[in-house]
């Protein structure tokens, strides 16, 4: 079961859009918020793509007004794109930002000034978390 509405971003919105406007619509994923689980981790996953269920969950503590829509569309194209371009073994390692991802990844229209916003928000971002 997936839940796209949140108080402030319907995920299943901004998928259907970045799929029109990027993927020619060719993208079939499943998408919902994922459970608010405080791991005591000093960072936050606020997207994760599993393969195996084709589903992209992203963090319900970004569900928030002062979270900025083109932050949220970041991180739904930065999923969309695993499922795009998929990962490679290297060294025995799996890799999935691959320079061919890092080069889609900076297709997005507000690649920049979402990566701008995180940097100047992660410590609050993280507090609201913890």
Avoid: C, Q
């Avoid at 949220?72 to 499922?83: A, D, P, Q, T």
């Amino acid at each position: 079961m997936t839940n796209i509405n949140g108080r402030f971003f319907n995920l299943k919105d901004i998928f259907d859009r970045l799929n029109t406007e990027y993927f020619n619509k060719t993208i079939s994923a499943k998408i919902t918020w994922g459970r608010n689980v405080r791991n005591g981790r000093r960072y936050i996953r606020f997207g994760s793509y599993t393969e195996k269920d084709n589903i992209i969950r992203i963090h319900p503590s970004l569900d928030r007004e002062d979270i900025p829509s083109y932050f949220i569309e970041s991180i739904v194209y930065h999923e969309m794109l695993h499922k795009v371009v998929g990962g490679s073994i290297v060294n025995g390692r799996r890799r999935v930002h691959t320079p061919e991802f890092k080069r889609m990844e900076k297709i997005f229209k507000y690649y920049g000034v979402a990566r701008e916003w995180e940097k100047s928000n992660i410590r609050k971002l993280l507090k609201n978390y913890g």
